[in-house]
């Protein structure tokens, strides 16, 4: 067979490649809308339909969730105020999109809001209730009250300090055998050097007897009597404090005045009776001062306190009573017997005195050395335990005390017992010889041994010169 032939009978063939092609796709087409239901252009574009309505879910889907952040976030901020105080944690609701306002749009909703829920943190402000409030109101107070109250005392001890320990117009007058040196301040006796000692502040104590009259050439003093005189010295550097009892009877120049209170001049005297040439009060006190500190040779001393021996018993039963044993039989009380004193008993023993003996007086200044003794140790016990113990007494003894110990000064002295330590208190009495005068007992000091103690309580001794 020729080869063209072939090629006739090849494009004759019905089915060719161009009409197989066609037959088999009639064929497929056929087949599909046997099994789908519909044709291949049919399905096209019911694919290209539910690609487009996936999309556009998609996009509804992707609105709806930024609305949804949208409107979270509002909520929360609606909230916040009641999350502040009522402390408690409030949690997001998200809202279907049915329930979403009809005029919500989606084109008004931020879309690049980046609010997480599950990251978002909610800062709580801590508020305070009323009680705790107030609580915290009072403790503030307190602490301002302790603030400035321990301020005010620190001041007062300061100026207690100041007022005490001024020694201003000093200017001490000594023995012929011994010399002062700028006022005082130093002073040269029997080869040895001694400086004054600043840190040393003096008491003048009286114990007053307003149950007498006294005369002095004629003139009748109507203050009383000083039955009590002794110089409290306190170390404010050491603690260390010392008495200086001085026998009333004790023979000074005192200052006479008349009823008037006109001065008069000097007369050599009792010193219980400077006491006597004044008011009973203030004056009085001046006149025992001026006294005093003359025959000590002017040391300053600006404070004084003069106790009516009426309230001892009261003083006394201030401090809870006081124990004491006793150094002679005299009354009521027996030689070596221990007696807890109250009341009246109290004013017994430290007052009453033998008129039977010129020695009656000096040792009734032994019962009140015992006593005072007691009491000192009582006093800084209660002190250590209670700083207000001198405030209280001090208080307690107002009624009949004329001092001019202010509140400044008992802060001073109250602080200082408080922070030294207590060794008791050292009495020391005036040496000097006693003889029987004319109508009453005069007392005469010893001169050098009265010197020789002065310098022992307010001076210090530097060395040989």
């Known amino acids: 067979m020729s080869t063209q032939g072939k090629e006739n009978n090849h494009n004759n063939d019905p089915l060719s490649k161009k009409e197989t092609g066609d ?38 889907d992707k609105e709806n969730s930024s609305a949804y952040e949208d409107l979270d976030d509002f909520i929360y901020r609606q909230n916040k105020k009641r999350t502040r105080t009522s402390g408690r944690h409030h949690h997001h609701r998200r809202r279907s999109p049915s329930k979403l306002s009809p005029g919500h749009k989606a084109s008004s909703i931020k879309k690049n809001h980046k609010h997480k829920h599950h990251f978002h943190k909610h800062h709580r402000h801590k508020r305070f209730r009323r009680w705790q409030k107030i609580a915290l109101g009072i403790i503030a107070a307190l602490v301002a009250l302790i603030v400035i109250g321990a301020a005010m005392l620190a001041l007062m001890v300061n100026m207690g300090k100041n007022s005490m320990l001024d020694k201003g117009g000093m200017n001490i007058s000594v023995p012929k055998n011994a010399e002062a040196i700028d006022n005082g301040n130093y002073i040269y006796y029997k080869g040895y050097k ?13 114990g007053i007897d307003k149950d007498t009259l006294n005369k002095v050439d004629g003139e009748v003093g109507t203050g009383g009597d000083a039955d009590t005189i002794f110089i409290a010295t306190l170390d404010i550097n050491t603690g260390k404090s010392k008495f200086i009892n001085i026998s009333r009877d004790t023979m000074a120049e005192i200052g006479i005045y008349s009823t008037s209170g006109s001065y008069i001049g000097e007369k050599k005297a009792q010193l ?75 004013q017994k023993y430290v007052r009453t005195r033998s008129h039977a003996t010129i020695q009656g007086n000096s040792l009734r200044m032994e019962r009140q050395k015992s006593y005072l ?93």
């Open 23 to 60: 037959a088999f796709l009639d064929f497929m087409n056929s087949d599909y809308e046997n099994i789908t239901g519909m044709s291949r252009e049919e399905s096209s574009e019911q694919l290209e339909e539910n690609e487009r309505a996936s999309k556009l879910q998609e996009a509804i």
């Open 194 to 206: 001694y400086k004054y000692n600043d840190n040393v502040t003096s008491i003048l104590c009286m």
């Open 272 to 346: 219980a009776l400077a006491y006597a040439y004044g008011d009973g009060h203030h004056t009085s006190c001046h006149n025992e001062l001026v006294a005093v500190r003359q025959l000590l040779y002017n040391i300053p001393i600006n404070s004084y306190l003069a106790l009516d021996m009426q309230g001892i018993g009261a003083i006394n039963d201030a401090m809870g009573g006081i124990t004491v044993v006793s150094p002679e039989t005299i009354g009521e009380f027996k030689q070596g017997e221990t007696y807890t004193l109250m009341g009246s008993m109290a």
């Open 373 to 465: 003794e007691s009491f000192g140790a009582s006093l800084f016990d209660k002190t250590k335990k209670d700083l207000m113990t001198p405030l209280n007494i001090y208080n307690t003894a107002t009624p009949y005390v004329c001092t001019n110990i202010d509140a400044n000064k008992v802060a001073f002295l109250s602080y200082n017992a408080v922070r030294g330590n207590y060794n008791g208190v050292d009495i020391i009495n005036i040496p000097g010889t006693l003889k029987q005068g004319k109508q009453y007992a005069e007392f005469y000091v010893d001169e050098t041994k009265m010197f020789e103690i002065f310098l022992d309580v307010y001076y210090i001794k530097e060395g040989k010169v």
